[in-house]
């Protein structure tokens, strides 16, 4: 089993849907970082959080430490959304980050 | 403020070379980590560098290695390709000051190729 598991694996949606990405971990973290990848390989930082929840334009990260548990929330997503979205949990003292294994996100016009 | 570099972008080697890939931080980034991507094993930690110490590695054979200079620039090497060495390297900075809970800024990577 993965320290770091995503779910769904492959998700599509037609344009203004609300998107909703789970992750949830089995180790010790003291961070969760959500990132996004699109085609071409490069890899752009969306939120950190260690805890509540945090938002920025349509996009909104929740965690739960109790139940070590994130969800990345995409509200009226568009097809500029369709990318990898990849959690991550970083441990203490360290910038080490362990992955799960992405969510592929088709959005439709 | 500029990104992170990395170069080159674009590698294809043979099996039994060595390469070296490197990656320029941020400025007054004093962290830099390096990741490896396959279609197989997703994203893998292979090195974590800050103030030109390793801070941690990956579980990866003693063919990989890594340095990180003054300026806090890094490189790492890959001596004797395998192969199953054809990934994307991506490095990520950050300033490395609170440990666990630095945000990361990564690089386009480079896509090294072995034939």
């Known amino acids: 089993k993965n320290e770091v598991e995503q779910s769904p694996q492959n998700l599509t949606a037609q344009e203004g849907e609300f998107i909703t990405i789970n992750c949830s971990y089995s180790?010790?973290?003291?961070?969760l970082h959500w990132l996004q990848q699109h085609p071409g390989g490069g890899i752009v930082s969306l939120f950190m959080?260690?805890?509540g929840k945090k938002k920025h334009g349509r996009l909104i990260a929740t965690i739960n430490i109790q139940e070590k548990h994130s969800s990345l929330h995409i509200t009226a997503s568009h097809p500029r959304d369709s990318a990898v979205y990849i959690c991550?949990?970083?441990?203490?003292?360290?910038?080490?980050?362990?992955f799960g294994t992405g969510t592929r996100l088709q959005v439709f016009p | 403020k500029a990104g992170v570099t990395q170069t080159p972008r674009y590698l294809i080697k043979t099996r039994g070379q060595q390469v070296t890939l490197s990656c320029s931080p941020i400025?007054?980034?004093?962290?830099v980590s390096w990741y490896q991507q396959t279609p197989g094993q997703g994203l893998q930690f292979l090195f974590e560098?800050?103030?030109?110490?390793?801070?941690n590695k990956g579980n990866f054979p003693g063919r990989f290695s890594g340095r990180q200079f003054s300026n806090s620039r890094s490189e790492m090497n890959v001596s004797t390709l395998e192969l199953g060495d054809s990934a994307l390297y991506l490095c990520?900075?950050?300033?490395?000051?609170?440990?666990?809970?630095?945000?990361?800024?990564f690089g386009p990577g480079t896509r090294l190729t072995v034939l």
């Open positions: 990520a900075s950050s300033a490395g000051l609170a440990g666990g809970y630095n945000e990361q800024f």
């Open positions: 180790v010790g973290i003291s961070a």
């Open positions: 959080l260690s805890s």
């Open positions: 991550a949990g970083s441990s203490y003292n360290t910038d080490k980050l362990i």
């Open positions: 400025s007054g980034h004093r962290s």
């Open positions: 560098y800050f103030s030109e110490t390793q801070r």
